[in-house]
């Protein structure tokens, strides 16, 4: 299960962190990643964790403006946004992969296996 928290509405310029907190896993743990879904596009994936190697993706479009992180004594993955644009508005939905999978093509949403239901972030 996976729950985000975080979302608001914000200016232009400025920051927001969001939550996703997972259920706990065992030894074997999954890839924790964000996608966003903005009004009229197609579902983004815009960035990954391993929570094991702690290993990140980044999409160019939130590179050095997003980062995400892994608390594992919490069973929570961060994503701290920064410099906030108004394409940055959307649904931010987290999804973990299967335990012990790596994703081939870690943006596309078929890697995942578990969603939460999302967090709205909106950027005026």
């Known amino acids: 299960q996976l729950v985000e928290s975080g979302g608001d509405s914000v200016q232009a310029g400025g920051s927001l962190r969001l939550s996703c907190a997972y259920s706990e896993y065992g030894y074997i743990r999954p890839y924790i990643g964000w996608f966003r879904q903005a009004p009229g596009k197609e579902l983004e994936g815009i960035t990954s964790i391993a929570t094991v190697s702690e290993f990140k993706y980044y999409a160019d479009s939130v590179k050095g403006r997003f980062t995400i992180s892994h608390d594992i004594t919490q069973n929570t993955v961060y994503l701290q946004m920064k410099s906030l644009e108004p394409d940055d508005t959307g649904l931010y939905i987290c999804?973990?992969?299967?335990?012990?999978?790596?994703?081939?093509?870690?943006?596309?949403?078929?890697?995942?296996?578990?969603w939460g239901q999302g967090t709205q972030v909106t950027v005026s």
């Open positions: 999804a973990a992969t299967r335990p012990g999978y790596h994703p081939n093509n870690w943006p596309d949403r078929h890697e995942y296996k578990s």
